[in-house]
């Protein structure tokens, strides 16, 4: 069935650090892919997507790309700040006639300053 | 424009109770989705509705149950609650018929079994 595996946490790193998370799946068929991020008391809210092979998502400077040979969807931002400090998780949907998406279990990311 | 509104935030159930937890999507969203987010699983969909149908199950028994109104409201139950049922139940809504949309979640009910 698919399925997401992520990168274990926690992860802590100090402020401009590079950060990485990585995120592989296994999908029937074509499968959109997500990441969604959890800031300390607020709900889950969707960072950023990609919906075929090769597409870049991006958003507050926050970059993924949807690589199909390795099945990866890795997360990566260039310089963190103490506000990225939050819970990431992974997602693919692959079904045609729902919105049934499967997450990994999260990566916990606290940035020191 | 109101986000999606759970209720209640937070219960506590003993063994054996049953629950029901509600949810109000996003003004026009016609889908709304279940799933359970524990430490150690992370978030396991429930099952989705869309126009009063259930669109999606997932692996999850029949004690899980859930429904949708006419005005895309969803409720959830839970019959003879197990301990490990304690979990934060997240609901989320999205305006898409397909798997290239977002989902919209609200904060969750935050369910403990006793």
């Known amino acids: 069935g698919d399925s997401v595996t992520q990168m274990e946490g926690p992860v802590t790193l100090s402020e401009e650090a590079f950060l990485t998370i990585n995120c592989t799946y296994t999908?029937?068929?074509?499968?959109?892919l997500f990441w969604y991020v959890q800031y300390p008391g607020e709900g889950l809210q969707l960072l950023l997507k990609?919906?075929?092979?090769?597409d870049k998502g991006s958003n507050k400077g926050f970059e993924a790309t949807y690589r199909k040979e390795t099945t990866s969807f890795h997360l990566e931002k260039g310089s963190v700040q103490v506000s990225d400090s939050a819970v990431y998780f992974c997602?693919?949907?692959?079904?045609?006639?729902?919105?049934?998406?499967?997450f990994g279990t999260g990566t916990s990311l606290t940035v020191i300053p | 424009k109101a986000g999606v509104t759970q209720t209640p935030r937070y219960l506590i159930k003993t063994r054996g109770q049953q629950v029901t937890l509600s949810c109000s999507p996003i003004?026009?969203?016609?889908?709304v989705s279940w799933y359970q987010q524990t430490p150690g699983q992370g978030l396991q969909f429930l099952f989705e509705?869309?126009?009063?149908?259930?669109?999606n199950k997932g692996n999850f028994p029949g004690r899980f149950s859930g429904r949708q109104f006419s005005n895309s409201r969803s409720e959830m139950n839970v019959s003879t609650l197990e301990l490990g049922d304690s979990a934060l139940y997240l609901c989320?809504?999205?305006?898409?018929?397909?798997?290239?949309?977002?989902?919209?979640f609200g904060e969750g009910s935050r369910l403990t079994v006793l």
């Open positions: 999908a029937t068929g074509y499968p959109s």
């Open positions: 997602a693919l949907s692959s079904t045609d006639t729902g919105n049934q998406f499967y």
């Open positions: 509705y869309f126009s009063e149908t259930q669109r």
């Open positions: 003004s026009g969203h016609r889908s």
């Open positions: 989320a809504s999205s305006p898409h018929t397909v798997n290239t949309g977002e989902l919209f």
């Open positions: 990609a919906t075929k092979a090769d």
